[in-house]
Nanobody, 115 residues
Framework: QARLVESGGGLVQPGGSLRLSCAAS????????TSWYRQVPGKERERVAAITGIGDSIDYADSVKGRFTISRDNYKIELYLSMNALKPEDTAVYSC????????WGKGTPVTVSS
């Protein structure tokens, strides 16, 4: 069964950094594009960053360009999101997504940026 499990969220002060991880299982990870999304209650889900299966193409939301970096390790079967210079408006639940069939979502990991 295809599955994604996020980790690494938490509370961080403005200007701080976090690294999120997403462990994949049950599908051929390296063959599928993957993304990080975030959602705040009452707002639409926002795609933060996306990366192709072999990592040759990456895209970021304007709101995180220059601060966030998406990467993947197809041997460890993991997706990452390194977040720097965090702002209070980055507070959200972050979820990973894999473009497999109709799509696979993880349950998400919460990130809170607050002093």
């Amino acid at each position: 069964q295809a599955r994604l499990v996020e980790s690494g969220g938490g509370l961080v002060q403005p200007g701080g950094s976090l690294r999120l991880s997403c462990a994949a299982s049950g599908f051929d990870f390296g063959r599928h594009a993957t993304s990080w999304y975030r959602q705040v209650p009452g707002k639409e889900r926002e795609r933060v960053a996306a990366i192709t299966g072999i990592g040759d193409s990456i895209d970021y939301a304007d709101s995180v360009k220059g601060r966030f970096t998406i990467s993947r390790d197809n041997y460890k079967i993991e997706l990452y999101l390194s977040m720097n210079a965090l702002k209070p408006e980055d507070t959200a639940v972050y979820s990973c997504f894999a473009l497999v069939g109709s799509g696979i979502w993880g349950k998400g990991t919460p990130v809170t940026v607050s002093s």
